[in-house]
């Protein structure tokens, strides 16, 4: 009996001992090096997220099909990236929900357009170069379907957006969906930024996903991480300069051009992150950007199948991290 009392008690201590390891894994999250994540890098420099009791992993994957690889397979916890990137590699299929809004784009994506087009209506049978799946092409499939055309009736190039602007420049396209440093540069070829994402507000913006596993069972983990981002948002607001330089660090970015790169985004604060992310009472826009997305991403042919948009964010984490 006493031996069956000493393993009984022998095989819960095992069992809670594997508990424990797996809720003190540190929450593995995948990115690129961008600007927009610096506040992440903050919480994780100045200790914020384990104040609060989490170790993250911040890993950088510029590749995005192997993090969607890794997400599949479970090797990553999390993916920080763009609302039109979850669309693209199906977060419904991958199983992952978006709780947390970081930073919007006010003129970090845009079209450029020689001087003779003078509004988007104009880019009908015209040259335009864009990498199709990234943000800079949900840029223009948004503008394009605001002014009534199809996106057939542009004759579309597919390059990578770097080089669509540095084709544009050379006099080779009519118009280029891109980004800086090409935004700024369109006035050297006599052409002129046609639209950029300050015009769209809530249309470009990089979130962070977890997978629902995750958010099932360490509920407070993905709280306390998004409860560490507002710190970071708080500490940047009161020291800019500091944070900033701190992030610039963190990032291998040098402060200038971090402080640049920050002319084109806005940092997401926790009321605009309701007004976006939502709350268990109701969707936020992120819901509606969503939406259209999976339908002029179905009608190009780049999303084989559709999906419900409330299924890819659960806004649960966000309102027990608001609630403290």
Not at 20 to 29: D, I, Q
Not at 205 to 230: G, H, L, M, Q
Request: contains cysteine; hydrophobic residues 45%.
């Amino acid at each position: 009996m006493r031996k069956l009392i000493a393993s009984t008690v022998l095989a819960l201590s095992c069992l809670a001992s594997t508990l424990n390891a797996a809720e003190n894994k540190p929450l593995t999250v995948g990115m690129t090096t961008w600007v927009g994540y610096g506040l992440l890098h903050l919480a994780q420099q100045k200790g914020f997220f384990k104040e609060h009791g989490i170790d993250v992993s911040l890993t950088t994957v510029q590749d995005k099909p192997s993090t969607a690889a890794a997400i599949a397979t479970g090797r990553l916890d999390g993916w920080a990236t763009t609302v039109d990137t979850f669309i693209f590699y199906n977060a419904k299929k991958l199983d992952i929900k978006q709780v947390l809004a970081v930073d919007f784009s006010k003129g970090g994506e845009g079209i450029i357009a020689s001087g003779d087009i003078k509004t988007v209506a104009d880019l009908k049978g015209r040259t335009l170069g864009a990498e199709e799946g990234s943000s800079t092409y949900f840029f223009m499939l948004n503008l394009l379907a605001d002014s009534g055309i199809n996106v057939k009736d542009v004759k579309l190039q597919s390059m990578r957006a770097g080089d669509a602007g540095a084709a544009f420049a050379a006099g080779r396209l009519d118009a280029a969906a891109t980004w800086d440093p090409w935004l700024s540069k369109a006035k050297e070829r006599g052409g002129h930024i046609l639209a950029s994402s300050a015009d769209e507000p809530g249309l470009i913006v990089d979130t962070v996903a977890f997978r629902s596993e995750v958010i099932k069972k360490r509920p407070d983990d993905v709280k306390n991480f998004i409860t560490a981002y507002f710190e970071a948002y708080d500490y940047w607001k009161a020291s800019p300069k500091e944070a900033n330089a701190i992030m610039a660090k963190a990032l291998g970015i040098k402060d200038d051009e971090f402080n640049s790169s920050l002319a084109g985004l806005e940092f997401v604060s926790r009321e605009q992150n309701q007004q976006y992310i939502g709350s268990a009472a109701s969707a936020g826009q992120i819901k509606s950007v969503t939406e259209r997305g999976i339908e002029f991403y179905s009608q190009a042919g780049l999303l084989k199948e559709k999906f419900d948009a409330a299924a890819v964010v659960d806004a649960a984490p966000l309102d027990a991290a608001l609630a403290k």
